[in-house]
């Protein structure tokens, strides 16, 4: 019965050839893709699956090597090699998602079955699933839904199994069809009765049988004898005995040795003594022919593959061989390319470690120097300048101007500091500015968040905070302002930084002293720009932008 589904399900791809096959017949792929389906339709399946090999091993049309994957596939299941067959079954599912889904329902209903007759039912059941789930072609789905229920009951879940079939009798397809009708009340007829031995089921049978003797549906018949023999086995031995018969007579009309060797059981439990050993005698010999030939179909397959990837490996050596010296020169020039290419690569990057280890060793000697002069000298200068601008009487003492001095000058040498640990960059840029805040002084950040230095590199986000500082020392020194908004904008990759005051602004063009050189040489470091607006009508504006990489 195998033999008789999977033949059905390959003529189905045969012709089902798209337009560009056929226009396409004058290729050597598509001239040996033909000539595989003529073999495969004649049931010369060792010649049909040679030619699918070749079609599959010298094309790139993914639906034609699909196709011809699948139908190798089929010819090897034919000849009783299940796992080679799955093997390249799986093989196809691939090259017909890349041109054409449709096909595959087909597929996993052929590695269902597969492995329902390697009794492997709970695989069976899930491929049988993936078919029915993506099949919209009605009667292949019923046919699926059957062969499901089927591996159902064969596992003992007969619920599962009578919940399908009872569906099933309601489906108009099926209803319409005898062929299909047959089956399916055949086949719930059979498992209501494997479930409940008392189950008075051979009305059914017998329905079934007439109708397959009357479509003359050989294959549907034989699967009747089968069922009648196995249900009159123990109530009437007689009648098994002849249902049995009757089996192996119409197995060996369709020379389906599995089916004749089924009969052969039958009939040796049912048979007379004098009779069985003729029967045994007939079923081991149809074993060992079915075993041998199917361990040569195996190994004939095996060897149909080495021998085309052999004639493949052999052109594929011979061309290699006229091209050789031409590979051997190119290959030479790019060894030759590449080698300067990596010894280059190697003294830059040796020179690059140098200097950063180098950098390294000079940057923390200064993070140690500047950490010193920041923390003693610059902030109690800072502290000692404060006390003495809140005292009127000292306001314009030139004592004052001589200890900010001082206090520029160690600030400059503390151009570095350290991070305080588990500080984030946005939070320490908010403590840095908010420090300028005071009575007087109202300092607003707006947009300053953890997400706008996300990719900013640590040298930029070095520069940007020195840039700030000196910004906000001008302002707490010159400006007088009472309001002072800073906003951080990221716009793709660049981030911006407008800061506004309503201080006594800049007359005319920036003048711009030591410390706004510095920053005017800090953002062209990270390859950004600062703008200074004067025209506004009070105060002063500042535009900063740099890129973010």
């Not at 079923?283 to 021998?307: M, P, V």
Request: glycine share 4%; aromatic share 10%; net charge positive.
């Amino acid at each position: 019965m195998i033999k008789n589904i999977l033949s059905a399900l390959a003529l189905s791809l045969i012709f089902s050839c798209t337009k560009q096959e056929k226009i396409k017949s004058d290729d050597i792929s598509y001239q040996n893709f033909d000539k595989a389906n003529y073999f495969l339709e004649k049931n010369a399946f060792d010649s049909a699956y040679f030619y699918y090999n070749k079609t599959v091993s010298y094309n790139r049309d993914s639906l034609l090597v699909g196709k011809s994957l699948f139908n190798m596939a089929v010819t090897q299941s034919i000849q009783g090699d299940y796992f080679g067959s799955n093997e390249t079954a799986i093989k196809s599912i691939d090259y017909f998602k890349q041109a054409d889904n449709s096909y595959l329902a087909t597929v996993y209903n052929t590695i269902a079955i597969n492995k329902n007759d390697l009794k492997q039912y709970d695989e069976a059941i899930e491929w049988y699933k993936k078919s029915i789930a993506i099949n919209f072609n009605s009667k292949d789905s019923v046919m699926s839904q059957n062969n499901l229920a089927v591996a159902l009951y064969k596992k003992r879940d007969y619920e599962s199994a009578k919940n399908i079939y009872t569906k099933l009798l309601k489906n108009d397809t099926v209803l319409s069809n005898n062929n299909l009708f047959t089956k399916v009340i055949d086949n719930y007829a059979y498992t209501k009765w494997l479930q409940n031995p008392s189950y008075n089921a051979a009305l059914e049978f017998i329905k079934a049988l007439n109708i397959r003797i009357k479509e003359k549906d050989q294959w549907g018949q034989n699967a009747s004898y089968a069922h009648l023999a196995n249900y009159y086995a123990e109530k009437k031995p007689d009648s098994a005995f002849s249902y049995a018969k009757k089996m192996y007579q119409i197995a060996t009309k369709l020379n389906s040795p599995d089916d004749r060797l089924e009969a052969l059981q039958k009939l040796i439990k049912l048979s007379p003594t004098a009779a069985t050993k003729q029967y045994f005698k007939e079923y081991q010999n149809i074993d060992d022919s079915l075993q041998t030939a199917r361990s040569a179909a195996k190994n004939q397959f095996a060897l149909i593959r080495y021998e085309t990837e052999k004639s493949k490996a052999d052109n594929l050596v011979l061309q290699k061989d006229n091209e050789g010296k031409r590979y051997q020169i190119i290959i030479l020039a790019i060894g030759i390319v590449l080698l300067i290419i990596v010894g280059t690569l190697w003294y830059k990057k040796r020179k690059q470690r140098i200097e950063l280890e180098a950098q390294s060793s000079i940057r923390d000697s200064k993070l140690k120097t500047s950490k010193k002069v920041h923390d003693v000298v610059a902030n109690g200068l800072y502290r000692i300048m404060s006390k003495l601008d809140n005292q009127e009487a000292l306001k314009n003492d030139p004592i004052i101007n001589e200890i900010e001095e001082l206090y520029e000058q160690s600030r400059d040498i503390s151009y570095e500091k350290q991070k305080p640990d588990g500080q984030y960059f946005h939070e320490e840029i908010s403590n840095l500015l908010k420090s300028f805040a005071s009575e007087n002084t109202k300092v607003i950040l707006v947009g300053n968040s953890a997400i706008i230095w996300d990719k900013v590199t640590e040298r930029a986000k070095y520069e940007i905070e020195h840039i700030l500082q000196e910004l906000m020392v001008n302002m707490a020194k010159h400006s007088h302002a009472s309001d002072v908004v800073i906003r951080f904008e990221k716009q793709g990759n660049k981030i911006s930084i407008s800061y506004k005051d309503n201080g006594i602004g800049i007359s005319g063009t920036p003048h711009f002293n030591n410390g706004l050189t510095n920053t005017g040489n800090r953002i062209e470091d990270i390859g950004g720009t600062i703008t200074f607006d004067t025209n506004v009508e009070k105060g002063l504006k500042i535009n900063i932008s740099f890129p973010v990489f």
